[in-house]
């Protein structure tokens, strides 16, 4: 198949050089930042652009791999595509956005990725959405030697798995951060968090998290969260988010 790769960060860049690697010819390479589209472009023998009038229009797929914030421009500087699919890999932006392409479809890769850390494609889940039965299908036949975790996803489903996403590793990064600065506080390494962190993690690979918590909120240890709040005294921010989650999991336990 014949692909142009419409951005170059850290998506664009796994695409392409997963795609690439599975056989398909990268045609082009767009990015604003002229280094960064040649850059990308000569990893996986393509041409690279910084101009929407230079956009190829006979490729099979363009993959629209930008900040949620820049896909409607993207699309609107675009050219008119009569042959190819149009898709993007946005978990938060809905089909629609694509509405003045014919052939349009999403392909949602529901995991963290960055340009420095080699992630193994064929572990993660991709959510599908596609306008017509056919683009659907060309779509899975495309993901499905990268990764066999391919599912029908429509927009809707879509931003609720980003949403969940987003809790999962974004706002758990945040606590861990957290945990790092009250540990910092008493000179102490966040080292001593790491076992906990990968038993936590662990856990929840073969039990569902409503099945595995545990705690002082769980137990509903009134005194023992009183201490806590106490010791977090000194930050009004880190007291209402203790004090926040630990009512959720304490609802969460009389349901």
Not at 15 to 21: D, E, G, K, S, V
Not at 125 to 147: H, K, M
């Amino acid at each position: 198949m014949n692909i142009v790769i419409v951005g170059s960060g850290n998506v664009a860049t796994h695409f392409a050089h997963t795609l690439y690697r599975n056989g398909h010819q990268i045609l082009q390479v767009y990015s604003r930042q002229s280094a960064n589209a040649k850059a990308l472009a000569d990893a996986v023998e393509a041409e690279s652009t910084t101009t929407f009038c230079d956009l190829s229009i006979d490729a099979d797929l363009y993959i629209i791999a930008v900040s949620d914030q820049a896909i409607p421009n993207v699309i609107a500087e675009m050219p008119d595509i009569k042959k190819g699919i149009v898709v993007h890999t946005s978990g938060a932006t809905s089909l629609g956005v694509l509405h003045r392409f014919s052939k349009k479809g999403v392909i949602y890769p529901a995991q963290s990725i960055s340009k420095q850390v080699n992630i193994n494609m064929s572990l993660i889940p991709f959510g599908i959405e596609a306008g017509s039965d056919q683009v659907y299908q060309t779509i899975t036949d495309l993901i499905r030697p990268i990764s066999p975790h391919l599912f029908p996803c429509n927009s809707e489903q879509r931003i609720a798995l980003h949403v969940a996403a987003v809790l999962v590793n974004n706002f758990s990064n945040a606590l861990f951060n957290i945990a790092q600065q009250i540990l910092e506080r008493e000179h102490l390494a966040f080292d001593l968090l790491r076992p906990i962190i990968l038993e936590t993690a662990n856990k929840v690979q073969n039990h569902l998290p409503s099945e595995v918590q545990t705690g002082p909120a769980a137990r509903n240890d009134l005194g023992t969260i009183n201490k806590h709040l106490q010791f977090l005294s000194y930050s009004n921010e880190l007291t209402e988010i203790y004090q926040h989650l630990s009512n959720f999991i304490i609802k969460s336990r009389q349901k």
